[in-house]
């Protein structure tokens, strides 16, 4: 059984920050990439960033040079953190790993966490 669990988001002001944290655990042999999606209100769920297990990291446009994604591989766990807040990135945040469990590698979500930016 796997377990996607996020934690961190929160109300924060216009030009805040926060960071999501989000952990795997579980019995699995591995974790390939891993991601933050989000879903704002009356919107379908989009990307916001991407991690692969060697490091290397994909952004959307809309939270490039203020959003940073990182991994601790040790601890199965993503980071996002999210400088300079702005209005519309209200939203429930979700995080994705994409995990190899016996003989399939397969992705799965977590709850959520809402992220409220207010002004």
């Known amino acids: 059984q796997v377990q996607i669990v996020e934690s961190g988001g929160g109300l924060v002001q216009h030009g805040g920050s926060l960071r999501l944290s989000c952990a795997a655990s579980?019995?699995?042999?591995?974790?390939?990439?891993m991601g933050w999606y989000r879903q704002g209100p009356g919107k379908q769920r989009e990307l916001v960033a991407t991690i692969t297990s060697s490091g290397s990291t994909n952004y959307s446009d809309s939270v490039k040079g203020r959003f940073t994604i990182s991994r601790d591989n040790a601890k199965n766990t993503v980071y996002l953190q999210m400088n300079s807040l702005k209005l519309e990135d209200t939203a429930a945040y979700y995080c994705n790993a994409n995990i190899v469990t016996s003989v399939v590698l397969r992705g799965y979500w977590g709850q959520g966490t809402q992220v409220t930016v207010s002004s």
């Open positions: 579980g019995r699995f042999f591995s974790i390939r990439a």
